[in-house]
């Protein structure tokens, strides 16, 4: 059976879907069958792993109101991960399921038929408290939340884990924190030290390390349809993911390499990641 992954923030611009995709694909280079899942009606999981949502005829909205199987509506993406891809239809289960009995437990029926297949489902939550969020915990064994290095970043994980608390009683009471991932986190800087120190305080929540540094290769992955460690392998930001990975997946880490110049190059370059 498939252990099924929830990245949620309801705070935008903190780097789930890069975290997601990431993770996805460097579980894949262990060896481990992935299926990625989008929640967002955005839909940008699914443009950045190269599929164009506005030509898909079949996505996860068709599985969450229950007209199709999942397995119908799966795609392969070029990371070697499988995909229930979103379009903006997605946006109608939001007014939609909330009518329906049982509605927050609608995508975990739905992964009850595929799990076997898998080692590894990673649910991209939306950037909301909605029922779409609610579906992907509910359906999760456990939970990452990506937070952006930054002031005020801690009031979107004090709600976010309010909302837990509340799936854990209602809904999903195996569900677990991993604990709270640092992205866009620029080690320069004493404030993003900062801001990881007061919430692991604030919140006594774990902190997973390593942090994901800002990178301008995260800004050019999804134009290419693929993972910073397909389009940028060796970049800090992607050896991040595989850490990560190797510690979800129980792959014991590699020693570290020697140190690397210390100089300034594009990896350190300060530039947005997909959210």
Do not use: W
Not at 35 to 47: E, H, K, M, N, S
Not at 140 to 150: F, G, L, Y
């Amino acid at each position: 059976m498939a252990r099924v992954l929830a990245v949620a923030n309801q705070k935008g611009g903190v780097a789930k879907t890069t975290s997601v995709a990431s993770l996805g694909a460097a579980l894949c280079e262990l060896g481990r069958r992935v299926l990625l899942v989008d929640l967002d009606p955005q839909a940008c999981l699914t443009f950045s792993l190269g599929l164009d949502p506005d030509s898909l005829e079949l996505s996860v909205h068709d599985v969450l109101l229950g007209r199709l199987p999942a397995g119908i509506v799966i795609r392969s993406t070029p990371d070697g991960s499988d995909l229930l891809p979103a379009t903006i239809e997605l946006a109608g289960c939001e007014a939609i399921l909330p009518s329906r009995t049982g509605r927050e437990h609608a995508l975990r029926l739905a992964l009850v038929e595929i799990a076997a297949g898998y080692d590894f489902v990673l649910v991209d939550c939306p950037p909301s408290l909605g029922v779409l969020t609610i579906n992907g915990l509910t359906a999760a064994d456990e939970v990452v939340i990506p937070m952006q290095c930054e002031t005020l970043s801690h009031r979107g994980v004090g709600q976010l884990l309010d909302t837990v608390a509340d799936v854990q009683r209602l809904t999903n009471p195996r569900l677990r924190v991993r604990g709270v991932l640092p992205t866009l986190f620029d080690g320069r800087t004493a404030h993003s030290r900062a801001v990881v120190v007061d919430v692991a305080s604030r919140y006594e929540v774990k902190i997973l390390e390593p942090p994901v540094v800002r990178s301008v290769r995260f800004a050019e992955a999804p134009g290419l349809g693929r993972s910073i460690l397909t389009t940028a392998g060796r970049s800090k930001g992607a050896e991040a993911y595989r850490t990560h990975a190797r510690a979800i997946a129980g792959v014991p880490v590699p020693p570290a390499a020697p140190a690397a110049s210390a100089a300034v190059g594009p990896d350190t370059a300060v530039s947005g990641a997909a959210v």
